[in-house]
């Protein structure tokens, strides 16, 4: 298959609807129109195609001007959904917005709540049975309003290929951004990121909720070891070189993952193995094999294996989809 002739529910224009209610956090509004409405000519073609989705479109919404809104007859035809925050965890969601989200999901659409967004997701039914999140602070009122929900107040972000919720404020820019990694893979997501000045991708199993350490231990950031680790991937470094480029104990250096990633050493140098392994297979003709070898895995049956767990695919596939003209 020509890469031009790739899957194209991978490529399209996807119809993005954010729903929206007056005395939502603005913050939570502006992460996906930031993610999915700004123009990037060259780099996420076709464009996103956003619209802001009210009950009421004419309703006051404050002191700030959100634009053209549209109502939720549009948001029922979307192919993906965000819910951002509710303006409080316990704010009352409007039964019509519960019956569009429930009518474009049936219809097959993507559906994401950010943050308290979570509970509106609950409340149509799409979390029932599957992982989710919300800001750690609310965590137990979902479990206990939700019982058939999996409530997870750990991660940054959980759930399934259509349903997805996010923890608080910044990690809802996490889950935006692995949706343009899905739609448009790896090295577009990480060029997003890169126009945004964040961090290119955080794992949606990472902590999100990290218990305030002594300043001696807090003090000791990770960032030199986590550069140095980066620049030296490809030589199939082990967290004993890790350790040692970072002047510490092995034991040191996984006490100072928990604490300010929630993950071991070993967990973080698999996933950004695999993240590296997901651009050249966006943008060179290497081999599994090379691409194994470059990014410092032992063998292209490793690459393989590591790289289904992670993205849920094999390299081959992923390359069909994703390979650059």
């Known amino acids: 298959m020509k890469p031009s002739e790739r ?43 956003v619209a802001l989705c009210a009950e009421d479109p004419s309703a006051d919404f404050g002191s700030f001007m959100l634009g053209s809104l549209s109502g939720l007859d549009v948001l029922a035809e979307a192919d993906t959904v965000v819910v951002p925050a509710l303006p409080t965890w316990d704010h009352d969601v409007p039964t019509a917005l519960v019956d569009a989200i429930k009518t474009a999901h049936a219809r097959g659409a993507r559906v994401v709540g950010l943050c308290t967004g979570a509970f509106t997701l609950a409340a149509a039914g799409l979390l029932d049975g599957i992982p989710a999140t919300t800001h750690w ?3 137990d009122q979902l479990a206990a309003r939700h019982p058939r929900v999996k409530v997870d107040p750990n991660v940054l972000y959980a759930g399934t290929a259509d349903v997805m919720t996010s923890a608080g404020t910044a990690s809802g820019l996490d889950l935006c951004l692995e949706l343009v990694r899905r739609d448009h893979g790896a090295a577009v997501a990480n060029d997003v990121a890169r126009g945004m000045v964040v961090a290119p991708h955080r794992e949606g199993g990472q902590a999100q909720f990290i218990r305030p350490q002594p300043v001696a231990v807090a003090d000791r950031s990770l960032a030199p070891v986590l550069d140095w680790s980066l620049e030296h991937l490809h030589e199939g470094i082990t967290v004993g070189e890790m350790a040692a480029a970072g002047h510490v104990s092995t034991r040191t250096l996984s006490r100072h993952f928990g604490e300010q990633l929630g993950m071991t050493p070993t967990t973080w140098l698999t996933e950004q193995r695999v ?33 289904h767990r992670i993205v849920g695919t094999s390299p081959r596939s992923y390359r069909t989809l994703f390979a650059l003209e």
């Not at 119809?15 to 999915?36: C, K, Q, R, S, Y």
């Not at 997901?278 to 790289?307: D, K, W």
């Open 7 to 49: 899957d194209q529910d991978a490529r399209r224009s996807r119809t993005v609807a954010v729903a929206v209610i007056p005395g939502m956090p603005l913050f939570e509004i502006a992460v996906p129109l930031e993610v999915f409405a700004t123009p990037r000519p060259g780099l996420v073609e076709p464009p996103y195609d």
């Open 137 to 139: 602070m609310y965590a």
């Open 275 to 307: 993240r590296r392994a997901q651009e050249h297979l966006e943008r060179t003709t290497l081999t599994v094999a090379e691409i194994a070898a470059t990014v410092g895995f032992e063998s292209a049956s490793t690459l393989r294996s590591q790289f």
